[in-house]
């Protein structure tokens, strides 16, 4: 066995133990490569490094279950992507995670009239958000922005859910209908509507 392997070992049964400065060392160790692994899959350096931290934080809740005798850089990778994936399945619910990953790929990738396009689409999604009656806006922003399923949505509002599922179908056709007669069509696909 090499030295660097039985110092890993050595690390890894200290961890077991909760031995906090063992943990740090293994972070120290493998922060960066989690980082780098993370951001390979979200593509946004503020999301890798959530993940990456997130890695840690579910490596010291689970310490007392690690196996000694697998290696801890697969088991890192694997959390690491299991962590990403999850994210990114947010995302489809979590504005904000979306927006990010979007972001963070526009902002290496994208020029000054690119960005203003994209800017002014985001401005008429809003101005057609605002439009929209107040419970189908509500009902909206629920699904939408604050990750609601249309079940759960429905139990808030104290609605059925084919009510918030039908209000959903005409707020997006409102939108697209919207942005149609704007003629703001750029960047509709990010924006799922």
């Known amino acids: 066995m090499s030295v660097a392997a039985q110092r890993e070992l050595d690390l890894l049964e200290r961890l077991v133990k909760q031995d906090a400065k063992a943990f740090s060392e293994l972070y120290n160790l493998y ?3 989690m980082y780098v692994y993370a ?3 979200v593509k946004s350096p503020m999301l890798a490094e959530d993940i990456s931290h997130d890695t840690f934080v579910k490596l010291w809740e689970n310490a007392a279950g690690v196996q000694t005798d697998r290696s801890l850089q697969s088991y890192l990778y694997t959390l690491t992507k299991n962590l990403a994936l999850n994210t990114i ?5 979590e504005t904000w995670i979306s927006d990010e990953i979007i972001s963070s790929a526009l902002a290496t990738s994208e020029d000054g009239l690119q960005f203003t396009e994209r800017r002014e689409t985001s401005d008429i999604i809003k101005t057609a958000i605002a439009q929209l009656p107040a419970q189908r806006r509500i009902i909206y922003d629920l699904c939408r922005n604050h990750g609601y399923s249309y079940k759960q949505a429905a139990e808030k509002l104290g609605i059925k859910d084919t009510t ?3 209000q959903m179908v005409k707020a997006l056709r409102t939108i ?3 942005m149609v007669r704007n003629g703001a069509l750029v960047l509709m696909i990010f924006y799922k509507i």
């Open 176 to 178: 697209r209908e919207f």
């Open 39 to 41: 951001l390979s899959i």
């Open 164 to 166: 918030v599922n039908s």
């Open 31 to 33: 922060i960066r490569k």
């Open 89 to 93: 399945r947010r995302a489809s619910r």
